[in-house]
């Protein structure tokens, strides 16, 4: 990666930590977000097709095109097209942010996202179990003891060893301060604080996804980024000089 895109994906970076530091301000804050509150589901669904056509965009076509694809139903998610290589790609929803996040609701936000099939097994579990009781209706904070409850137990396997996604998609909506934000890909291990990793550390292209390290959150994970320089059609990320 030249310089260049590294400093501007340095600077991104910042942005989108300090768009997604908010989350520090908690519950007491949530009131004064535009979105305190889940939304009519109707907003965020979408029809199957357009559905599976931005699921399929995490990655490229050599991976999504063989993947399950799963779609947004009343009650979670469900299998739309299944795939033959062990991948599954889904467009996430905002209540995948943690917990305090003040675009918790937002029903803009789309995440297209495809997990290789070690994140199938150990981290895509996640999703369905969050989904599932918050379209249910169930409080975020009984959701959280819920979770916590399925970690303690083990109904959940602990991520395995190479456990990782692609979110590349140049449609991607991660919210309205991150928006579009970058082509990366994500690797999952054991919560720690990246160090292991060379996260964050100057001249390095790994970061430590702030999305996921508050403590709030009950899945014991940690998500490391890793920026690309092209989107799954292949095309070119915008080089801004900084």
């Known amino acids: 990666m030249n310089r260049m895109i590294f400093a501007s994906l340095a600077t991104r970076a910042l942005a989108l930590a300090a768009a997604l530091s908010l989350a520090g301000a908690g519950q007491a804050e949530e009131a004064k977000t535009p979105y305190p509150s889940m939304a009519p589901l109707a907003q965020y669904l979408m029809t199957d097709q357009a559905e599976i056509a931005l699921a399929r965009t995490a990655a490229p076509a050599s991976i999504s ?132 990793w060379g996260a964050d550390l100057d001249g390095s292209p790994v970061m430590l996804n702030p999305q996921f390290q508050s403590l709030d959150d009950p899945e014991p994970l940690i998500t490391i980024m890793v920026a690309v320089d092209k989107w799954s059609d292949g095309t070119l990320i915008p080089i801004h000089h900084q």
């Open 65 to 196: 095109g063989d993947a399950t694809v799963l779609v947004l139903k009343q009650h979670g998610y469900e299998t739309a097209v299944k795939g033959k290589n062990g991948f599954v790609c889904v467009v996430e929803r905002s209540w995948m942010a943690p917990f305090d996040w003040p675009e918790f609701w937002n029903p803009k936000m789309r995440g297209p996202i495809c997990f290789n099939p070690a994140a199938v097994r150990s981290v895509l579990p996640y999703t369905y179990k969050r989904t599932e009781m918050l379209l249910a209706g169930v409080p975020k904070a009984k959701v959280m003891e819920r979770i916590k409850e399925v970690v303690a137990k083990k109904e959940v396997p602990a991520v395995e060893a190479g456990a990782m996604c692609y979110m590349m998609s140049r449609e991607q909506n991660l919210g309205d301060a991150p928006g579009h934000w970058h082509p990366h890909l994500m690797f999952y291990g054991p919560r720690s604080d990246g160090v292991d």
